[in-house]
Structure formats: C-alpha cells, structure tokens
C-alpha cells in the first residue's frame, strides 16, 4: 500500500523566472519600495504643521510619526523587500535548475 502525499497548494508552487524578468521585477520593487519610502519620509516633514494638529495617545501625531510610525513603515518596507526577493530568487532558481538540468 502506498500513501499519496498530499500536493502542496498552488500559491506555494513557483513558477520559474528569466533572468531577464527576474531583474525587471527587481527593478520595479525597488523603485516602488524607494517611492513609498520617499513619500512616507517627505510627507511626514512636509505636513508636520497640519499633523499637530491631531493627537495620538496625547501626543500630536507628528511627533508620533517621527518618534515611532515612520519606522515602522521603514520596517515593514525592509520585511516586504526580504519576502519578494526570496519568492523572485526562487523562483529564478526552478529556472536555472530547468535550464542546467541540476
């Protein structure tokens, strides 16, 4: 008797990737991520008048952006980074195991 393993969800399976589409994608979700980053940095001082305005846990809320939110979102942006680049390199890997037959 032999058991059949149960197969993994389609989300999990990678699709393999060129080269070619791997670095595109690279250069997208850098240039995406730095937006985001210069967004966040530059709105948080740009708007800091109009940000005092509102309070947070008795604090203004530039305060709080400069103190902790805008961190975390410097956080978050590094863990998004870290995941998509990993799924990408994986991906990039099932190509170049396909195409050298390792």
């Not at 058991?3 to 997208?28: F, G, L, M, V």
């Not at 956080?75 to 980074?81: E, H, N, Q, T």
């Amino acid at each position: 008797m032999t058991e059949n393993s149960p197969s993994p969800p389609a989300s999990s399976i990678a699709t393999p990737i060129t080269p070619a589409a791997y670095w595109d994608k690279t250069r997208r979700l850098t240039l995406a991520l730095l937006g985001l980053w210069f967004v966040v940095t530059f709105g948080a001082v740009f708007f800091a008048r109009q940000l005092d305005r509102i309070n947070l846990f008795g604090w203004p809320l530039s305060f709080y952006m400069a103190a902790q939110g805008i961190l975390l979102v410097y956080l978050a942006i590094v863990v998004l980074y870290t995941i998509r680049m990993r799924r990408a390199e994986r991906r990039l890997h099932l190509h170049s195991e396909q195409m050298h037959g390792d």
